[in-house]
């Protein structure tokens, strides 16, 4: 975070605060009280808290594919650590190092070259934690649950930055079907996978794991660290058309379903904080278009070619070399330092309003739906509840009926005994009645029914609800095209899934109806945004209809404005937020010039409801934006996961959630539009959070 970020932080957090007490005085439900009022309660704004532990593949996946996020993780101050599944070894030759390593008839220095990403990984963190490369780490070994040895790095200087060493071998091949790897051991191609030791490392025996042996180390490591937040790679990614090549390494793919069996066995023990998962796009980013600004892209750049070694002074006196110099030749990757995304969990539909003013949130802890639910504007927030199964993937979707009951709608992953058995499939639950309690998961299977190989890459639903109660869910599926599927009848079974057509859609659809009745579904590509538009209630859909928008950074959101349908996106290499409005007309929508809803810019999604937009601002904190007519972001001093969403109550008054790296929920609202005096800043009350925390005592609670 830069100098000028924390002081914009510290001067916004000044004029919450009174007294300096860091304890603020507001209403839960609205603005600033006044002096002469009782306040109705005490909140402590918002800060990052938790444990963050992330999961990849090779050194270096977390620099290009997990920054910004990782780096302003650390400078919160709150516990990081960061585990490397292989050595990442590679061919043996850190080619740039020196010339003689370039001849092929050298022999290969595998522990050498993995050594030497080790240096640079290490000179990345201490840079990003102490602004010195050079800063001092205590390397220790520790042995694992699953019988092997973990090397385990602490930052002198800031001791709660660990680095973690699995040092299993690597594929040596993106793609190649190579048996001794985290792929060929997945898929039981091998009984079990050896480890390649780096040159200097303190761990001084060899090992080998099996499947589960890998699988019961890995959730040791989440039983040392207890994380509150797991970031890790996507699992399944998708392969290239007609089954073709997977899109990102194998490594990363295979990798991060290791994290996910290993989170699933972590999550059945005893005495550990809630937590969530975030997957992140690795390769993939390559094709897509830069979603940070040229300032966060910059300083991605900068503990890149920290990694790198890229200036080649010895500042380590390590034989293998002070970082890769394979990467020296490229440190900004494929385009990756100027790009951040989210494969799973970036949806914004996952809170509303049922019977009565009640509001209803959902999230993805410990692999099971979680749920908060607050009876009415003044009433405490209850939670969070879990509906019964495991094996829900991050992200959530949640509708109204029009009897007042919720649905909420999700991903399930079922990892199975033997490689063909894992798969995903698309499940729903629905209230008994307006808020009572959930029924059974109820599974609608998957588009991708001939996705033998379990690289499904399906989308997160967006889902409508008509007039009579029949849902609609729309679904991007693995070969980038709209699917649908719908119930015959409310309550009903669902009709068999449809082709909507659309092609390289990318992020997840989404759906808004707008007053006259008829229904808008938008998806994002490299180049704009596709729609798909009933010209009359219950009329078929239009489209794929081209809408003229602008390339975005793939997220979407939507909603009902008038007697069209407004949609929000960010703007590609500033992170700004741009909207326009889209009204049914002849056989295409018409949408108004794109304005932009003020800030420095961000990523990822915004949450949007009436005159409150909320998303991520410039430093990557949660922040909000209220109504005007030059609308201006206000920062939290808090970084969140996933995506924000917002609803409108009855009153008018507007509520925004998030989900804090420490697993809870927080919450801010805003009065209705016209009721604060002009110039009024913030425009809503602090982020809070919504229930005080608390820990798993029970194994299946």
């Not at 963050?52 to 593949?57: G, N, P, W």
């Not at 010339?99 to 990984?121: F, V």
């Not at 066995?265 to 979603?291: E, G, I, K």
């Not at 890769?324 to 494929?334: C, I, L, S």
Request: hydrophobic residues 35%.
């Amino acid at each position: 975070m830069s100098l000028a970020s924390r002081t914009r932080l510290a001067a916004l957090l000044t004029a919450l605060t009174i007294g300096g007490a860091g304890v603020t005085t507001w209403a839960y439900g609205y603005g600033n009280a006044p002096e002469s009022a009782a306040p109705e309660a005490v909140v402590r704004p918002s800060v990052t808290e938790g444990t963050v532990l992330h999961v990849v593949a090779h050194p270096d996946d977390d620099l290009f594919f997990m920054n910004p996020d990782l780096s302003r993780s650390i400078s919160t101050g709150v516990k990081v650590a960061t585990v490397y599944l292989t050595s990442g070894e590679s061919d043996g030759r850190n080619e740039a190092h020196s010339p003689h390593l370039e001849d092929p008839a050298r022999p290969a220095d595998h522990a050498a070259y993995a050594e030497a990403r080790q240096n640079g990984i290490r000179a990345a963190y201490a840079q990003m934690a102490t602004g010195n490369r050079t800063s001092a780490w205590q390397r220790t070994s520790i042995p694992t649950a699953g019988g092997g040895s973990a090397e385990v790095d602490v930052l002198v200087a800031r001791p709660e930055v660990n680095l973690i060493w699995m040092q299993l071998r690597e594929a040596r091949s993106i793609s190649g079907d190579n048996p001794d790897s985290l792929r060929g051991l997945w898929d039981g191609k091998v009984a079990a996978l050896g480890s390649q030791l780096t040159s200097a490392t303190p761990v001084k025996s060899g090992f080998s794991y099996t499947k589960d042996q890998a699988v019961e180390a890995i959730a040791d490591v989440f039983a040392r660290f207890r994380p509150t937040t797991i970031r890790t790679q996507d699992p399944t990614p998708g392969r290239a058309q007609s089954g073709g090549a997977f899109l990102d390494h194998q490594d990363h793919m295979y990798g991060a379903r290791f994290v996910q069996a290993a989170a699933e066995r972590y999550a059945r023990s005893t005495d550990r904080p809630h937590f969530s998962v975030q997957n992140y796009v690795s390769y993939p980013n390559s094709s897509l278009p830069p979603t940070l600004d040229p300032q966060a892209a910059e300083e991605k750049l900068g503990y890149l070619k920290t990694y790198a070694w890229t200036d080649h002074q010895d500042w380590c006196g390590s034989a293998a070399g002070c970082g890769d110099r394979k990467t020296a030749t490229r440190p900004t990757g494929a385009g990756w330092n100027q790009t951040i995304r989210y494969s799973r969990g970036d949806g914004t539909s996952w809170m509303t309003e049922g019977a009565s003013g009640r509001l209803w949130a959902f999230a993805v802890l410990d692999g099971r739906m979680a749920y908060w639910s607050r009876s009415g504007p003044k009433a405490p927030w209850q939670g969070p509840e879990f509906l019964p199964g495991a094996g829900i993937d991050a992200g959530a979707t949640s509708v109204r009926l029009p009897d007042g009951r919720i649905a909420v709608f999700g991903i399930r992953t079922t990892l199975g005994t033997a490689p063909q058995e894992y798969g995903r499939d698309l499940v729903y639950a629905v209230q008994s009645a307006p808020g009572g309690a959930f029924g059974p998961w109820q599974s609608l299977g998957t588009p991708d029914t001939d996705d033998i190989s379990g690289t499904s890459a399906i989308s997160a639903p967006a889902v409508a609800v008509d007039r009579a109660g029949r849902m609609t869910l729309y679904v991007r599926d693995s070969r980038r095209t709209l699917r649908t599927r719908a119930q015959d009848a409310p309550d009903g079974a669902f009709g068999a899934w449809r082709s909507l057509g659309g092609a390289a859609l990318q992020g997840d659809p989404v759906t808004a109806t707008d007053a006259a009745g008829r229904r808008h579904v938008y998806a994002a590509t490299a180049q704009s945004v596709l729609a798909w538009v009933q010209p009359a209630p219950d009329a078929p859909f239009g489209g794929p209809l081209p809408t003229g928008l602008p390339a975005t950074t793939g997220p979407l959101s939507a909603n009902p404005q008038g007697d069209g349908v407004r949609l929000w996106f960010r703007r590609p290499g500033t992170g700004t937020v741009g909207t326009s409005l889209a009204t049914a007309g002849g056989s295409a929508p018409v949408f108004s010039p794109v304005t932009e809803a003020g800030g420095e810019g961000g990523y990822g999604a915004v949450g949007v409801t009436g005159g409150l937009l909320a998303g991520r601002a410039g430093t990557g904190t949660i922040g909000v934006s209220g109504p005007g007519d030059a609308p201006s972001w206000y920062e939290s001093q808090m970084l969140y996961t996933g995506a924000p969403a917002a609803v409108a109550e009855p009153d008018g008054t507007a509520l925004a959630a998030a989900l804090g790296l420490d697993a809870g929920l927080h919450v801010t609202a805003a009065p209705p539009a016209g009721s604060e005096p002009p110039g009024s800043r913030p425009p809503s009350s602090p982020w809070h959070r919504a229930v005080q925390p608390s820990t798993v005592v029970q194994a299946g609670r």
